[in-house]
T-cell receptor
């Protein structure tokens, strides 16, 4: 099993450019989410999806779009990159939204994004 | 609003026991979970408490008191590889949203 796979691992963007961070999971998980982590901070939820065709906003959704056309994929789009979006982005998935000892959450390895 | 507080740094020696506390304020509380993150790495799920009490997984245990809005992570028989950041997170609401604390950096010394 590959688990949760994110690409690219590193990216430098110029202000105003757009790009898509890819996330794929092969565990047949219904729940997927995107977080950002700024230096010395915890993770903050950007967007999440409880299943194909369903997405919703998290804590910090502005400047980002998501879609969920398949169970496996959950791409995150930056519409017009700003320096404030310089961060590390983590994609995560779990079988269902509510965690338990039998339903854990798995994170991808992260995508380091710098906006200059 | 929703907030979590945990100590920023903890230092302990190899073989010792360390406790990392987490207090929270949130509405729609469903559970408290803990994560380990090594420098430059992905967060790794450690444990989850949905009900009051202690959950044990090997050298790691986690405790929750919902009436006190308080939990802790207990690490026993510390090893050098346990040096990492540890995050508590509250699951708020039934949509799976996780609200993370700012993390505790654990340094294990020989």
């Amino acid at each position: 099993n590959a688990g949760v796979t994110q690409t690219p691992k590193f990216q430098v963007l110029k202000t105003g450019q757009s790009m898509t961070l890819q996330c794929a999971q092969d565990m047949n998980h219904e729940y997927m989410s995107w977080y950002r982590q700024d230096p010395g901070m915890g993770l903050r939820l950007i967007h999440y999806s409880v299943g194909a065709g369903i997405t919703d906003q998290g804590e910090v959704p502005n400047g980002y779009n998501v879609s969920r056309s398949t169970t496996e994929d959950f791409p995150l789009r930056l519409l017009s990159a700003a320096p404030s979006q310089t961060s590390v982005y983590f994609c995560a998935s779990s079988y269902s939204p509510l965690l338990s000892s039998g339903n854990t959450i798995y994170f991808g390895e992260g995508s380091w994004l710098t906006v200059v | 609003g929703q907030s979590l507080e945990q100590p920023s740094e903890v230092t302990a020696v190899e073989g010792a026991i360390v406790q990392i506390n987490c207090t929270y304020q949130t509405s729609g509380f469903y559970g408290l979970s803990w994560y380990q993150q090594h420098d430059g790495g992905a967060p790794t799920f450690l444990s989850y408490n949905g009900l009051d009490g202690l959950e044990e997984t090997g050298r790691f245990s986690s405790f929750l008191s919902r009436s006190d809005s308080y939990g802790y992570l207990l690490l026993q028989e510390l090893q050098m590889k346990d040096s990492a950041s540890y995050f508590c997170a509250v699951q708020a609401g039934n949509t799976g949203k996780l609200i993370f604390g700012q993390g505790t950096t654990l340094q294990v010394k020989p």
